[in-house]
C-alpha cells in the first residue's frame, strides 16, 4: 500500500526556519517525482517545489525560491523541505505528494499525497 | 505563468444531478490538466489527468474533457460523498499551477 506521511510543522517566528520532512513507502521511492502544494488557510492549493527522479532537475514557485530548498533521500525514502526566511505568507498546510508516472512516463501530476503539515509564522 | 480560472466558484446542486464543472487557462496547455477532488481537512484526490483520463479507483461517473484552453469536469449523477471543492492543474508549463477550485455544495 503506498503510504506518504508529512511531519515537521509547527509555529515559527518571522525570518525563523523550519524542516518538513516526508516519509515514503509501498512504493519505488527513487523512481518517482515528488512534490510540496501548500494550502493557506480557507485558501485554494498553491504548489510550492518539485523534485525530478535520479539527477533531473528541481522546481520552485517564485514566490519561495531563494529561501525554500527541497531534497530527497532516496535510501531512506525521504522528501524534505528547508524553509528560511519564513514570512506571515508561508503559513498554510503543507503537502507532501507523489507523482503520478505510468508506462508512457512521468506527468507533473499527484496521485498520493500526506494528510499535511501545518505550518504558522508568527510572532 | 499560466493562470487557471475556474467557474462558477460555487455550484449548488441536489444529489441525483449532474454537475458540470469549468477549467479555463490562460494560454494554449494541450491536455494537460488535472482534476482533484479535495473534502475539508483532507488531502487532494487525484480524479483526472491530461483531460480525460480517470485515475486509478475513481468512478465512472467523474468524466473530464476539453483541450487547449477550455476543459471541464462532468459528474454524471452527484453521490452524497461528492460534494467538495474541486481543483485544476496544469502540467504545460512552470510553474505549475492551480485554479482557485470550484465548491461543489448540497442544494
Known amino acids: 500500500e503506498v503510504q506518504v506521511v508529512d511531519s515537521g510543522g509547527g509555529l515559527v517566528q518571522p525570518g525563523g526556519s523550519l524542516r518538513l520532512s516526508c516519509a515514503a513507502s509501498?512504493?519505488?521511492?527513487?523512481?518517482?517525482?515528488m512534490t510540496w502544494v501548500r494550502q493557506a488557510p480557507g485558501k485554494g492549493l498553491e504548489w510550492v517545489s518539485l523534485?525530478?527522479?535520479?539527477?533531473?532537475?528541481?522546481y520552485y514557485a517564485e514566490s519561495v525560491k531563494g529561501r525554500f530548498t527541497i531534497s530527497r533521500d532516496n535510501a531512506r525514502n525521504s522528501l524534505f523541505l528547508q524553509m528560511d526566511s519564513l514570512r506571515a505568507e508561508d503559513t498554510a498546510v503543507y503537502y507532501c505528494?507523489?507523482?503520478?508516472?505510468?508506462?508512457?512516463?512521468?506527468?507533473?501530476?499527484?496521485?498520493?499525497w500526506g494528510q499535511g503539515s501545518l505550518v504558522t509564522v508568527s510572532s | 505563468e499560466i493562470v487557471l480560472t475556474q467557474s462558477p466558484a460555487t455550484l449548488s446542486l441536489s444529489p441525483g444531478e449532474r454537475a458540470t464543472l469549468s477549467c479555463r487557462a490562460s494560454?494554449?496547455?494541450?491536455?494537460?490538466l488535472a482534476w482533484y477532488q479535495q473534502k475539508p481537512g483532507q488531502a487532494p484526490r487525484l480524479l483526472i489527468y491530461?483531460?480525460?483520463n480517470r485515475a486509478s479507483g475513481i468512478p465512472a461517473r467523474f468524466s473530464g474533457s476539453g483541450s487547449g484552453t477550455d476543459f471541464t469536469l462532468t459528474i454524471i449523477t452527484l453521490e452524497p460523498e461528492d460534494f467538495a471543492t474541486y481543483y485544476c492543474q496544469q502540467r504545460r508549463n512552470w510553474p505549475l499551477t492551480f485554479g482557485g477550485g470550484t465548491k461543489v455544495e448540497i442544494k
Open positions: 505528494a507523489k507523482g503520478l508516472k505510468n508506462s508512457r512516463g512521468l506527468y507533473h501530476f499527484f496521485d498520493y
Open positions: 509501498g512504493f519505488i521511492f527513487s523512481d518517482y517525482e
Open positions: 494560454e494554449d496547455i494541450s491536455s494537460y
Open positions: 491530461d483531460a480525460s
Open positions: 523534485v525530478s527522479i535520479g539527477a533531473g532537475p528541481i
